[in-house]
């Protein structure tokens, strides 16, 4: 069955940094775009990050670009998100996304707050 797990989140300070990682498995990862979502109570979902198959191509929500990277490694099924320079408006709930023929799946979230 398909599963994301998505690990990494936490506390930090205004300016500091995070790294999240979500471990796919259960369909041919290095098939697949892969995406970061994020989540904020009482507001919508917005796409964070996105990446190709194979890395080739990334692209980012103005909001983030230059402060965070997505990247992934296909032999360890698995993709990342580097967060840089973190501001309190990045608090939110974090989740890998992929879109399969049949369905989309979400992970469970990973919380991030960023506060003094």
């Known amino acids: 069955q398909v599963q994301l797990v998505e690990s990494g989140g936490g506390l930090v300070q205004p300016g500091g940094s995070l790294r999240l990682s979500c471990a796919a498995s259960g369909f041919a990862f290095s098939s697949y775009a892969m995406r970061w979502y994020r989540q904020a109570p009482g507001k919508e979902r917005e796409l964070v990050a996105h990446i190709t198959r194979h890395g080739e191509i990334t692209n980012y929500a103005d909001s983030v670009k230059g402060r965070f990277t997505i990247s992934r490694d296909n032999a360890k099924n698995t993709v990342y998100l580097q967060m840089n320079r973190l501001k309190p408006e990045d608090t939110a709930v974090y989740y890998c996304?992929?879109?399969?023929?049949?369905?989309?799946?979400w992970g469970q979230g990973t919380q991030v707050t960023v506060s003094s």
């Open positions: 996304n992929v879109i399969l023929p049949s369905r989309t799946y």
